[in-house]
């Protein structure tokens, strides 16, 4: 699935991350995610965790594949689940640490401007600068829209609906 413009506006905004999976009884597993990077070229969305949270996870998509994660702007609240089913784990590399290291100041740049004091909006972001961090990376599936409200939880079908959503 190519994410629309508006969808990867969101994701690579200032935005707080989570990343779910689910083992074999459907009972879920969640960590929070530091970042993301949207490879365009292998229509794939790559999410940076800490390997010492994320175990669960990874032991969940080595049997099942299933994944989602949640993306909330930290500004509006304007939140999106993006959901795939061949999700896998992968090296966390330079780009995914640059980019990793962007959404880091970014959101506490973000969390500042709203007001918020410097010390907590730079810790609820921060991890060890060197990890050690993982990738998980999957192809988009399904996008749903997980902005509080109504139309929560409905299926982006047209991914322009997200983008008028915003207007």
């Known amino acids: 699935m190519k994410l629309d413009p508006a969808i990867l506006a969101l994701i690579k905004g200032p935005v707080a991350m989570s ?3 689910r083992d074999a ?3 879920p597993s969640l960590c929070h995610a530091y ?3 949207w490879q365009a070229k292998e229509q794939v969305l790559r999410l940076f965790v800490l390997a010492d949270e994320a175990q669960p996870l990874l032991a969940d998509l080595a049997a099942n594949g299933e994944i989602a994660a949640v993306f909330s702007d930290v500004r509006s609240f304007r939140s999106l689940q993006i959901k795939g089913n061949d999700g896998r784990a992968a090296p966390f590399d330079a780009q995914d640490a640059r980019e990793r290291a962007r959404h880091y100041r970014q959101t506490s740049a973000e969390l500042v401007a709203l007001g918020y004091p410097e010390g907590p909006a730079q810790g609820y972001f921060s991890a060890p600068e060197s990890g050690p961090f993982v990738t998980l990376v999957f192809r988009p ?3 749903f829209q997980q902005t509080p ?5 409905q299926r982006l079908t047209d991914l322009a609906d997200f983008a008028a959503a915003a207007a």
């Open 149 to 153: 409200g109504p139309g929560a939880g």
């Open 19 to 21: 990343v779910a999976t």
């Open 25 to 27: 009884t459907h009972v």
């Open 141 to 143: 599936r399904d996008v």
């Open 35 to 37: 970042g993301c990077r």
